[in-house]
């Protein structure tokens, strides 16, 4: 199983690349994406990364207050999308 990890903070220079690569160091990554705006494109400062459910925990707690050129990453567990 895989479970979604909300990542905040993100600079705004951070690719999606970037990101999994940063992620990679503490666990297999299945999927990143980083939220853009989408009327410019521009990064919107957060994302997601799935990782594997054994990982997860080691993944958050290594990577949860890491600093990525400058700024501390916010990472908890994703919540799920709340319907209209």
Do not use: H
């Not at 994406?33 to 919107?44: F, V």
């Not at 594997?52 to 707690?61: L, P």
Request: charged share 30%.
């Amino acid at each position: 199983m895989a479970k979604t990890l909300y990542v905040g903070n993100i600079p705004w220079s951070t690719s999606e690349s970037d990101l999994e690569q940063v992620f990679a160091q503490f666990g297999e990554v299945l999927e990143c994406r980083i939220i853009t705006e989408r009327a410019t494109g521009r990064s919107r400062g957060y994302g997601f990364v799935e990782v594997n459910d054994d990982d997860a925990a080691q993944i958050m707690e290594k990577t949860n207050g890491l600093e990525l050129e400058g700024r501390k990453l916010v990472v908890n567990e994703a919540k799920p999308r709340e319907q209209n």
